[in-house]
């Protein structure tokens, strides 16, 4: 562990969030969540009151890629200082039913806290609590805001490495904006010309099998649905146009 | 394990989305799936060449209450079997770059399939890889289609857990619709009028502040915004207003 803080700024000047972990007692736990954060782009990983994290064992066996650079990295740190020095978003399944106890409520989804952190320039804190337990009341209560993953109300308390993978997705746009390892879409969606000859192709194929005329314009309609919901490459249009030529030409074996 | 497949149907009479995991080798993993499974609605988990699954094992240890339906209750199931009855969507970090082959692209977000499954009538079955090297070109191939989780182009890889918590966390609308462990936020903000009677306690403690007149309008304009922002209930905002018309009425000791 090192006495600095990673300062890292996003291209827009934010620092982006980091994520304090509370006397957990797993070691694969916080190898766990060092590895989201890695996955989604986060670098800060405050410890408070942390196990023994052995090079050698489940901290680092779970952490992926992040063994090299975020948990080695990590900052141990007391909650009485994190709480000074952060803004701090605790993070709990329960909330309470409403609005006559402020320790758990109201609270935050990550969705919302997504966006509305997009707009906060303070150093801000995710926090996490123990395995079980989670925060206590007494922590939570000098916690600046709370945020709560919607979950099934039958089952909705997630395990600690879980809860922190979900809302390390959802904060992501913080950190990754819109830099993914996905190409995109959008950029290689066939031109609307492309598609427009397939149809036409469709049109032709129709009369050549002695598709009824009536019924022509109804399943023209329906292949515009089709290939609408399906987002084709420019390839893949291409492709079926060869495919719907090749079977429109074909000698007729009637 | 048994032989019958979960049949639960949604109220709308939709059947959720089956989770199958591909010749996993941790049973930790499919620990960690199940209890996520249960955490977000899903019910009926199929292991295709799945590890055993020793009930006093690391399965069990980290299905949390998943221990007692989703993973006894799971299938086992081979690919063919996979791939000849459900529709398949393949989960996988990494995606090829562009349209010019079909194995792993086009692919859809998780985000993308939550609003597109919405719309379907066919069993879905999600399915994901073994660890470290998922599923391979061969299984992709005959599978219906791919999805990715969009994360850091450094390092998109999540462990199988992450990946599978991610995933059907973002498909919980098709299983929990609205129906959460969250109390509903709206049915608990304040009413207008307890808001705006705040605001007019606020303009009486300006005045008796002797805050300079010509900065009034603005100063309310940004005590609106701080309020607004912060979607008081209406505990919190008569508790506020009861605080300002103290300090309003407070004798002067000027």
Known sequence: MTDEQSTRELPDGRTPPAVAVVDATTPGNVGTIARAMK??????????????????????????HARDDVLPNATEISFDRLVEEYHTIGCTAVTNEDDRRHVRFPY?????????????????????GRERVGLTNEELARIDEICSIPASAEYPVLNLGQAATVTLYELRSL?????????????VRAPEPAVDRLYDQWADLLVEINHPEEKREKTMRMLRRVYG??????????????LLRRATERPADR
């Open 175 to 187: 950190t990754l904006g819109g830099d993914t390892q996905l190409p995109d879409v959008e950029r």
């Open 39 to 64: 996955n989604f782009g986060f670098e800060e990983l405050l410890l408070v009151d942390p196990p023994e994290l052995d090079p050698e064992g489940d901290a680092y066996g779970y952490a992926g």
């Open 229 to 242: 919901r399906a987002d084709l490459t420019e390839r893949e249009a291409n492709t079926l146009l060869g």
């Open 108 to 128: 935050s989804t990550p969705a919302d806290l997504a966006e509305r952190l997009l707009r906060v320039e303070a150093q801000t804190a995710l926090v996490f």
